[in-house]
C-alpha cells in the first residue's frame, strides 16, 4: 500500500540529495532494477495529483495474512480513480494521536479488520476507540475486512458504528480467505462508489448556501455536440461490466478504428487498457430506452450488469446484445488520459448489423456541463 501523498513528496525530495538510485526493494514483491526514473517521476506526478484533491479519506487497516492489506488497496484504487486524495493507515505501526489527526481531516472513513480467534486485533480495537469518542457521526463511512472462518471482527465494527448513528457508503464487505479477481473488483466499486457518495454531499452543501448558475454561452455551445447512443460491455475472465455511452466517434479509416471517452472514476474503466477487447453495441431510434434506462441505473458493487439482458458472446468474447442495430468488436490499442476522462482508441476487428433499416439513436444535450 502507498503511503500518504505527503509523506511520499518529503520522502523524493530527500532523495533528490541522495546519490542515483540502483534499485528499488519494497517490503514486498520483486526487486525493481530498470526504469527507474520513469517510475520515480510517475510516482512524483501520482503524489502531486493526491495532494490536489479537494476530499480525503482516511483508510484504516491492520492485517494479519495480507487478505486485509489486499482489500485495502483495491479500496484505495477505487478511492483515487474517483478523485479522492487517501490517507492509508496501518493501525499496527500508527498511534492513537496520528489516527486522531487524520480523521478529523477527512471528509469520510473506511475501517478495516481481519478476525483473529474470535476478535479484532487490539490496534484496531484502539482505532474503533478513537473514532467513537473524536469523530462526529455526520461522517460517512464504511467497513470491511477478511477471515478464516467466523468474521466477528467485521461484525464488530459494524454494529459500533451503526448503534452511534454513522452512515454507511457501502454495504460491510466480509471476504473469507483470499480475495478472488472478481472480488478485488467489486472492493475497487465499492471505494468509488464512497466517494462519489462524499462528493454528492459536497455539492449537496453547497447548493445549499449558493444559487445554481445558469451554463455559460460555451457550455451551451459544447453541449449541441452530439453522439450516437451505444453500450460498451467488456469481460475479462470472472470480471464483466458496461455502460452507457455517447461520447463515440469514428477516429480511423485505416484501420478501421473509434475513440471512447470514459470517466475516470467509471467501473469499467480498469477493463479497458491496451490489448484488452470491448464490444460496442450500437442502438436504434425508437427501441434504446429500456437498454438506456438499464444501463443507467445505478449498480451496487459487484453487481451483475446483465441480469435480465439478452446477450450472447462475439467472436471475441465480449457480450452482444441482443436489442442493438450494430455491434463492433473491437481491441484497445492506446489510450490517453483527458481531464477528467481517458480517451480509448480502439481498432475494429469485425462489425454486424442487425437492423439496417432502422437509424441509430441520438444523444442531443443543451450543456456541456453533464451527460
Known amino acids: 500500500m502507498a503511503p500518504h501523498a505527503r509523506q511520499v513528496a518529503t520522502v ?3 532523495l533528490s540529495s541522495l546519490p542515483p ?28 495529483n493526491q495532494q490536489r484533491q479537494e476530499i480525503s479519506v482516511a ?3 491492520a492485517s ?8 485495502a488497496q483495491a479500496l484505495a484504487s477505487g478511492m483515487t480513480k474517483a478523485g479522492a486524495q487517501v490517507e492509508s493507515v496501518n493501525c499496527e505501526v500508527a498511534s492513537p494521536d496520528e489516527i486522531k489527526e487524520i480523521l478529523a481531516r477527512s471528509a469520510g472513513f473506511v475501517i478495516g479488520s481481519p478476525t483473529l480467534g474470535g476478535h479484532a486485533p487490539t490496534q484496531i480495537q484502539t482505532a474503533l476507540g478513537v473514532v467513537l469518542s473524536e469523530v462526529p457521526n455526520t461522517k460517512l463511512v464504511g467497513v470491511f475486512g477478511s477471515f478464516g472462518w467466523s468474521g466477528e471482527a467485521i461484525d464488530l465494527l459494524e454494529t459500533k458504528l451503526r448503534n452511534a448513528g454513522f452512515q454507511f457508503g457501502f454495504e460491510p464487505i466480509r471476504v473469507k480467505f483470499t480475495p478472488t479477481e472478481a472480488v478485488m473488483k467489486t472492493c475497487e466499486e465499492a471505494g468509488t462508489d464512497f466517494v462519489q457518495a462524499l462528493k454528492k454531499q459536497e455539492k449537496a452543501a453547497k447548493k445549499a448556501v449558493a444559487p445554481v448558475q445558469s451554463a455559460t454561452s460555451t457550455e451551451q455551445a459544447i453541449g449541441r455536440v452530439v453522439g450516437s447512443m451505444c453500450i460498451l460491455t467488456t469481460r475479462r475472465n470472472e470480471v464483466s461490466s458496461a455502460m452507457l455511452a455517447s461520447w463515440v466517434s469514428q477516429a480511423t479509416f485505416s484501420p478501421p478504428g473509434i475513440t471512447v471517452a470514459v470517466a475516470k472514476e467509471r467501473a469499467i474503466e480498469s477493463l479497458l487498457y491496451k490489448g484488452n477487447t470491448f464490444a460496442l453495441n450500437i442502438l436504434g431510434e425508437g427501441k434504446h430506452i429500456g437498454l438506456m434506462k438499464h444501463f443507467l441505473k445505478p449498480f451496487a458493487p459487484g453487481e451483475d450488469r446483465f441480469a435480465g ?7 471475441n468474447g465480449q457480450p ?13 490499442k492506446e489510450r490517453m488520459e483527458c481531464g477528467d476522462h481517458w480517451l480509448v482508441y480502439a481498432t475494429t476487428e469485425s462489425g454486424t448489423v442487425f437492423d439496417a433499416d432502422r437509424v441509430t439513436a441520438v444523444h442531443h ?6 451527460y
Open 309 to 315: 439482458v439478452d446477450w450472447e458472446a462475439g467472436s
Open 59 to 61: 483508510l484504516l487497516y
Open 12 to 14: 523524493l525530495e530527500k
Open 64 to 71: 494479519a495474512y495480507g487478505n486485509t492489506a489486499a482489500i
Open 365 to 370: 444535450r443543451k450543456t456541456g456541463t453533464h
Open 21 to 48: 538510485v540502483l534499485f528499488y526493494a519494497p517490503g514486498h514483491g520483486p526487486l525493481v532494477r530498470y526504469g527507474l526514473q520513469e517510475l520515480t517521476n510517475a510516482y512524483k506526478t501520482w503524489s502531486a
Open 320 to 332: 452482444v446484445l441482443s436489442e442493438a442495430i450494430a455491434c463492433l468488436e473491437c481491441t484497445v
